[in-house]
C-alpha cells in the first residue's frame, strides 16, 4: 500500500527555520510531481511549492526567497526548507504527489497525513 508520511514539523520562533521531509513509501513504480500545502486555522488548502520529476519548481508568491523545495528521486522523497519563518507561516503543512503504483501503473493523488509549523515567540 502506497503512503506519504512526513516529519519534520514543530515549534519555531520568528526568523527561525525547519526542514519538512515527505516520503513516498510502498510498490511505487513512479512519481511525478509532489509538493507542499498548507492549511492554517479557519482557511483553506493552498498550495507552498511544487516540483516535478526533472527538479522543476513554482512557489506561492509569501513563501518565494524564503522556502525551497526539493526532492530526491533515488529515495521518493520530497523536501521543504523553510526559512525566515512568520507567524503567518502557521499551518498543517501537507505532502502531496501523483505517483503510479506497480499494481496498474496509473497516476493517482497522494495526500501526507500532515503535520504541524507553529511559529511563535
Known amino acids: 500500500q502506497v503512503q506519504l508520511v512526513e516529519s519534520g514539523g514543530g515549534l519555531v520562533q520568528p526568523g527561525g527555520s525547519l526542514r519538512l521531509s515527505c516520503a513516498a513509501s510502498?510498490?511505487?513504480?513512479?512519481?511525478?510531481?509532489m509538493g507542499w500545502y498548507r492549511q492554517a486555522p479557519g482557511k483553506q488548502r493552498e498550495l507552498v511549492a511544487h516540483i516535478t520529476s526533472d527538479h522543476s519548481t513554482d512557489y506561492a508568491d509569501s513563501v518565494k526567497g524564503r522556502f525551497t523545495i526539493s526532492r530526491d528521486n533515488a529515495k521518493n522523497t520530497v523536501y521543504l526548507q523553510m526559512n525566515s519563518l512568520k507567524p503567518e507561516d502557521t499551518a498543517v503543512y501537507y505532502c502531496?504527489?501523483?505517483?503510479?503504483?506497480?499494481?496498474?501503473?496509473?497516476?493517482?493523488?497522494?495526500w501526507g497525513q500532515g503535520t504541524l509549523v507553529t511559529v511563535s515567540s
Open positions: 510502498g510498490s511505487i513504480f513512479s512519481i511525478n510531481l
Open positions: 502531496n504527489a501523483d505517483l503510479a503504483p506497480y499494481s496498474d501503473f496509473r497516476l493517482y493523488n497522494y
